[in-house]
């Protein structure tokens, strides 16, 4: 039991650079309090003494200001960051070494009595502040919740799901094991938006230019044909920073690979 509580004490430490001291973490962290209340609940649950699971679970609420259902199941190293506001209800698995931020809700879509009803969360999972999980699938290994986000349905290993409905933005399953701080990533971070609309007017300037060179080419054969200057478009301020983190990414050279490459045939 005291390695439990060790362990327990120590992941937060690591995950929190505030925890200045590990008597700190056990007398002012209301997450820790929380899942500790939480043991003494799940276990009186599932011994048959569910009033008092019940009732345990509500003095716990009242303390910190988190609720975790008793027949909620809960891993070992989970953290709960900050924590007012977070709801886990009665069929949620949450995986070992999850972090859970202030918020966050870990519900269920279906009011039908003995089946699963919330998700399940594998391990290393990061569930950002204020992200609602709604339902009875999995959120696998390593995954990242941003905050607010709305998951509806299964994100795969190592995903990173952001948005209202929850979209997968990005997938890297060899750092499933590396932790994001409110489920932020490089991915998370992006404008799908403006990355789309600046994919788009990059590949429209590609083919001006395209065009001009063809036109030059057809005017030195045939000077009937007439000059064509076509004026570069300009990106937007809210896409310049979506092109210039595709340019840095390691596969963003084959676009532009591909437009060299159309341009040397031509010329």
């Known amino acids: 039991m005291f390695d439990r509580l060790r ?10 650079p505030a925890a200045q001291s590990w008597w ?6 209301p997450g820790l309090h929380a899942i500790w ?22 003095f716990a609420r009242w303390l910190t200001g988190i609720e975790i259902h008793p027949g909620a199941r809960i891993g070992r190293r989970v953290f709960i960051d900050h924590g007012l506001g977070v709801v886990i209800g009665e069929t949620a698995e949450v995986g070992d070494d999850c972090t859970i931020y202030q918020g966050v809700t870990l519900g ?22 204020g992200a609602k999980v709604l339902g009875p699938f999995t959120v696998g290994d390593g995954a990242n919740i941003g905050s607010n986000a709305v998951v509806v349905r299964a994100v795969p290993e190592g995903a990173t799901a952001v948005g209202i409905p929850a979209r997968i ?20 971070m992006s404008d799908p938006v403006a990355k789309a609309i600046a994919k788009i007017l990059e590949h429209v300037q590609a083919q001006d230019e395209q065009i001009t060179r063809m036109c030059k080419i057809v005017r030195e054969l045939d000077s009937r044909m007439p000059e064509l200057e076509l004026g570069r478009l300009e990106l937007p301020d809210f896409c310049k920073g979506e092109a ?10 084959s676009a532009d690979r591909r437009h060299t490459d159309g341009r040397t045939a031509l010329d």
């Open 7 to 16: 362990e327990d004490i120590r992941s937060i430490r690591e995950r929190d």
């Open 24 to 29: 700190e973490v056990v007398t002012c962290y």
């Open 37 to 58: 209340a939480h043991r003494v609940s799940h276990w009186l649950w599932t011994h048959g003494f569910k009033w008092l699971a019940r009732l345990n679970s509500h």
């Open 108 to 129: 269920g879509t279906s009011l039908t009595r003995g089946v699963k009803r919330h998700p399940t969360l594998g391990r290393n999972v990061v569930v950002g502040a």
């Open 169 to 188: 933005v990005g997938i890297d399953a060899q750092r499933k094991t590396e932790f994001h701080a409110y489920g932020i990533t490089d991915e998370g």
């Open 244 to 253: 210039e983190a595709d340019r840095r990414a390691p596969n963003a050279g």
